[in-house]
């Protein structure tokens, strides 16, 4: 039997029905049956343009995320991503749903209560805390390719990020200068199983995606260098450097050296199947996104200092080199694996800047008290 769409409840007042998000749903009309009817074929055609989502249908934004990262698991199961990009956007899922508005996580919100302005205005800009704007950048476009997918499914009205703009243009100068006693009090706190290759990082500055593929062949403890050859790409497995000037060789200090020594005796058998020197717990290439969380990530919040990325360790290491004056610009864009001297000044303008300026300050005082 067919379903009415109006119902005569009284005299002016009727019950109109409308399918919405698979569920049949009423609204009370006064007036006449005309205005009934009017109201009905506006609802129908709200329906039909997908103009309107009932927040009692539409899930939490946790729970949609939840169904998006299954239909991205799916795609790692047929070929068409790697297992990394898939940990990129559970990661990103994960830190979208746990920013608080007015005390309320934006993962227990209604899809339908996600709006340009609210994603814009205040879910990026706390996003942004601690995380520098290349980081915030590949999270906006996860979340916008689940909004995508959440329009699709008619949970929201739109991309709600799709508006989203994240520059990196003048990123360069708006790096991080850590301290080295500061460095070296977070590594103090870092985990037992993270700190080592916390350490190497900040004094290499080596990629994440090169350390990760070191071998225990590419240190040369005799002549105290390690040799940078290749790197994890996300999806094509171990290859080669980022750039040819990536392959490069880098002194260790001793204290480092000493620490990988330690490292490589006492480094259970199981993680030795791929002579990896930072590998996971099976000896297979580690993930970069447990380095992220479980290693730098936790070592600030245990130190309670400003959060400090994966990236901002290779910063420190090249802020070291440039504010050091024993170290010229060759030497320095040789121990970064840059393609050249300029590309290393743009990506360090600042620095750069800073140093010259440092530099003449140094020669006016030592002129002014005789000592230049």
């Known amino acids: ?45 709200l329906m039909s343009g997908a103009e309107y989502v009932d927040p009692a249908t539409a899930p939490t934004v946790r729970e949609a995320f939840r169904e998006f990262l299954r239909t991205q698991d799916e795609r790692v199961q047929a070929g068409e991503i790697g297992q990394a990009e898939y940990k990129n956007k559970e990661r990103h899922a994960r830190q979208f749903c746990g920013v608080k508005i007015n005390g309320v996580e934006v993962g227990k919100m209604k899809t339908t209560a996600i709006s340009s302005d609210l994603v814009i205005d205040e879910i990026v800009p706390k996003l942004k805390a601690g995380r520098t704007n290349r980081t915030v950048r590949k999270l906006v476009v996860n979340v916008q390719q689940a909004f995508d997918y959440f329009a699709r ?33 977070v590594i103090s706190h870092a985990p037992d199983k993270y700190r080592l290759a916390i350490e190497f990082a900040a004094y290499t500055g080596l990629r994440q995606g090169e350390q990760r593929a070191l071998t225990w062949d590419d240190i040369d403890f005799d002549d105290g260098v390690v040799h940078v050859r290749r790197a994890i790409k996300s999806r094509a497995g171990v290859g080669k450097t980022k750039t040819e000037a990536g392959e490069r060789s880098i002194p260790l200090m001793d204290f480092l050296l000493q620490s990988l020594r330690e490292w490589k005796v006492s480094q259970p058998l199981e993680q030795r199947a791929y002579n990896l020197v930072f590998p996971n717990a099976v000896g297979q290439p580690a993930a970069g996104w447990g380095w992220r969380e479980n290693g730098i990530g936790a070592a600030c919040k245990s130190a309670e200092v400003e959060r400090i990325t994966w990236q901002d360790l290779r910063h420190f290491y090249a802020s070291v080199l440039i504010f050091n004056s024993e170290f010229n610009d ?43």
Not at 8 to 36: C, H, L, P, W
């Open 1 to 45: 039997m067919r379903k009415k769409s109006i119902e005569k409840i009284s005299d002016q007042r009727y019950r109109v029905f409308a399918q919405v998000n698979g569920r049949r749903k009423s609204r009370i009309v006064e007036g006449s049956e005309r205005a009934a009817r009017r109201e009905l074929e506006r609802m129908r055609v």
């Open 153 to 185: 499914k008619k949970w929201c009205v739109g991309n709600a990020a799709s508006g989203v703009k994240i520059s990196t243009a003048e990123e360069g100068k708006r790096l991080r200068r850590i301290a080295p006693a500061e460095m070296q009090f």
């Open 330 to 372: 060759a030497t320095i864009t040789e121990f970064l694996g840059h393609s050249s001297i300029s590309f290393s000044k743009k990506e360090y303008a600042r620095w750069f800047k800073d140093r010259k300026r440092d530099e003449k300050i140094a020669a006016k005082l030592g002129a002014a008290f005789g000592r230049g």
